[in-house]
T-cell receptor, first 115, second 114 residues
Framework: GAVVSQHPSRVICKSGTSVKIECRSL??????MFWYRQFPKQSLMLMAT?????????EQGVEKDKFLINHASLTLSTLTVTSAHPEDSSFYICSAKDRVAGELFFGEGSRLTVL | AQSVAQPEDQVNVAEGNPLTVKCTYSVSGNPYLFWYVQYPNRGLQFLLKYITGDNLVKGSYGFEAEFNKSQTSFHLKKPSALVSDSALYFCAVRDGSNTGKLIFGQGTTLQVKP
């Protein structure tokens, strides 16, 4: 089946630094990718919709300047958490929509811990 | 706006017994409904979906779900639970746009005891 790879799977950083998380579709092209945030034992909250070659569409309440999204190619989207703070600690999950089949596939998630 | 609700935070069932995880939906237009499972510190794994056709949908790992339009429900079921089925289950609905964006329910933790 189609695979979506997220890297890193775990990252620990100091408060004030920036962290980049990558989401790659390994065997299909994805014009659209989605970034979710999940707190412990809670549901997935959609943060933004990432469109290849254009600006991301952010959900209400999500800070664009804090969570920078870049979707520079049909197989890669990145989420950069800028000037991270402890409250940004969370599990971030991406999903990618197959450009041809229209199916949606999820990455394995990235756990960010900000000290 | 599209939404789904999972009324139970946790479902407990003994191994070998049938299980049901409940989901109700609210949509405008035709519903596109999904079930996903999540194991600790992992991403989501697709179980099954309803787009159109038969109301009983069969999915991965022996799971199935029944679409009930009159009750606006899409409950997940399995005839005989396994301990390894213990996980967090999410019901989801596709939003009304063409982006493929999913709206998730709150999630239900399934505990299967030996």
């Amino acid at each position: 089946g189609a695979v979506v790879s997220q890297h890193p799977s775990r990252v620990i950083c100091k408060s004030g630094t920036s962290v980049k998380i990558e989401c790659r579709s390994l065997d299909f092209q994805a014009t659209t990718m989605f970034w979710y945030r999940q707190f412990p034992k809670q549901s997935l909250m959609l943060m933004a919709t990432s469109n290849e070659g254009s600006k991301a569409t952010y959900e209400q309440g999500v800070e664009k300047d804090k969570f920078l999204i870049n979707h520079a190619s049909l197989t890669l989207s990145t989420l950069t958490v800028t000037s991270a703070h402890p409250e940004d600690s969370s599990f971030y999950i991406c999903s990618a929509k197959d450009r041809v089949a229209g199916e949606l596939f999820f990455g394995e998630g990235s756990r960010l811990t900000v000290l | 706006a599209q939404s789904v609700a999972q009324p139970e935070d946790q479902v407990n069932v003994a191994e070998g017994n049938p299980l049901t995880v409940k989901c109700t939906y609210s949509v405008s237009g035709n519903p596109y409904l999904f079930w996903y499972v999540q194991y600790p510190n992992r991403g989501l794994q697709f179980l099954l979906k309803y787009i159109t056709g038969d109301n009983l949908v069969k999915g991965s790992y022996g799971f199935e779900a029944e679409f009930n339009k009159s009750q606006t429900s899409f409950h997940l079921k399995k005839p005989s639970a396994l301990v390894s089925d213990s996980a967090l289950y999410f019901c989801a609905v596709r939003d009304g746009s063409n982006t493929g964006k999913l709206i998730f329910g709150q999630g239900t933790t399934l505990q299967v005891k030996p």
